[in-house]
Antibody, heavy 119, light 107 residues
Framework: QAQLVQSGAEVKKPGASVKVSCKAS????????LHWVRQAPGQGLEWMGRINPNTGGTDYAQKFQGRVTMTRDTSISTASMELSRLRSDDTAVYYCATEVHPDHYFDPWGQGTLVTVSS | DIQMTQSPSSLSASVRDRVTITCRAS??????LNWYQQKPGKAPKLLIYAASSLQSGVPSRFSGSGSGTDFTLTISSLQPEDFATYYC?????????FGQGTRLEIK
């Protein structure tokens, strides 16, 4: 079955960058958009953007423009999200999720990666 | 951006109760509305897609309805495992947006 497995937890200092990876299995990686969603402690879900694994094309939420970079490596069915110039309010669990067409829902989701930003 | 407003923000209910959560979009999203359930420490789980289609494997006590700007998620008879947080999501236009969540607690 389709599955997304993310990289492990990270602790970073303010101003640093973090890169989270998301490995897909059980489906055709290049056939479905891959999204990134984050959730700050005790808060709701926030969409960060998406990547088309086939073309590498991206669509970022305006809030993250200039700080986020989404990439993919089709040879290993893996997408990555790099967030730079980290601040304390970037502390969150970061999820990847596959968008299923034609109904545009997210399934499956990765297990989440906790990124802690602390001096 | 399309704003998604859920109500209530929290809800206390008992096992076997019927519960309804509403989600309102700031502009029409047709039926591009999905519902997710999230339990503490876990990723969201898809329940309903395209406003009213039940995801495979999800119990039939969950149902969704609505179109345009107003949507509902109904749980017909609450079970102990249903106590969680529920989110609506619009995928009609970018940026994709979520409701703020509804926390369903045991009374």
């Amino acid at each position: 079955q389709a599955q997304l497995v993310q990289s492990g937890a990270e602790v970073k200092k303010p101003g640093a960058s973090v890169k989270v990876s998301c490995k897909a299995s059980g489906y055709t990686f290049i056939g479905y958009y891959l999204h990134w969603v984050r959730q700050a402690p005790g808060q709701g879900l926030e969409w960060m953007g998406r990547i088309n694994p086939n073309t590498g094309g991206t669509d970022y939420a305006q809030k993250f423009q200039g700080r986020v970079t989404m990439t993919r490596d089709t040879s290993i069915s893996t997408a990555s999200m790099e967030l730079s110039r980290l601040r304390s309010d970037d502390t969150a669990v970061y999820y990847c999720a596959t968008e299923v067409h034609p109904d545009h829902y997210f399934d499956p989701w990765g297990q989440g990666t906790l990124v802690t930003v602390s001096s | 951006d399309i704003q998604m407003t859920q109500s209530p923000s929290s809800l206390s209910a008992s096992v076997r109760d019927r519960v309804t959560i509403t989600c309102r979009a700031s502009q029409t999203i047709h039926i591009n509305l999905n519902w997710y359930q999230q339990k503490p420490g876990k990723a969201p789980k898809l329940l309903i897609y395209a406003a009213s289609s039940l995801q495979s494997g999800v119990p039939s006590r969950f149902s969704g309805s609505g179109s345009g700007t107003d949507f509902t998620l109904t749980i017909s008879s609450l079970q102990p495992e249903d106590f969680a947080t529920y989110y609506c999501q619009q995928t009609y236009s970018s940026p994709i947006t979520f409701g703020q969540g509804t926390r369903l607690e045991i009374k």
